[in-house]
């Protein structure tokens, strides 16, 4: 069974450029989240895609936005980036049966300067 | 919103010694209380979780607590070993995963 993979590993844009990160969801499994972790914080919760529609949305900025792809892989884009958007971006998804069982990718290191 | 709460922020136990870590969280709507370990440089990994239907789960040398009444939960670890070294995060979910509130961490340090 493949487990959630994220690419790219580390990134570095400037501030104002856009930026899209992608993940694989693990085998089986058709609900993708993402969520933002700042340095030393717990993740925060960005929003979640189940059926290639956004099903939820934590206290984000609209610049914030998603797709998920019938294969439910599912891409993260962040436009006018910020310097405070640097953080890991973690993808974790779950099974249809357990949706609250989320399972993480390693991450996206994402460096705005 | 749900706000969850962790302490400590850090924990130094010697190897063999247990090691708990307890949360508080506000909604009594939630019913979903997982634990994550985090090591450098990886994704958060879910070691337990327990729901609201049920006071304690214990897998090995791992066990998770939950008192409804309070808003509290705990992890429990007995006889550490070097390599349960890592960043752990409990959780809190509300009816379902669409908002999973985290805590903000805690670093637990074994030393051998």
Known sequence: ETGVTQSPTHLIKTRGQQVTLRCSSQSGHNTVSWYQQALGQGPQFIFQYYREEENGRGNFPPRFSGLQFPNYSSELNVNALELDDSALYLCASSRPETLVEQYFGPGTRLTVT | ?112
């Open chain 2, 1 to 112: 919103g749900e706000n969850v709460e962790q302490h400590p922020s850090t924990l130094s136990v010697q190897e063999g010694d247990s090691a708990v870590i307890k949360c508080t969280y506000s909604d009594s709507a939630s019913n979903y209380f997982p634990w994550y370990k985090q090591e450098l440089g990886k994704g958060p990994q879910l070691i337990i979780d327990i729901r609201s239907n049920v006071g304690e789960k214990k897998d090995q040398r791992i066990a998770v607590t939950l008192n409804k009444t309070a808003k509290h939960f705990s992890l429990h670890i007995t006889e550490t070993q070097p390599e349960d070294s890592a960043v752990y995060f409990c959780a809190a979910s509300i009816r379902n995963n669409n908002d999973m509130r985290f805590g903000a961490g805690t670093r637990l340090t074994v030393k051998p």
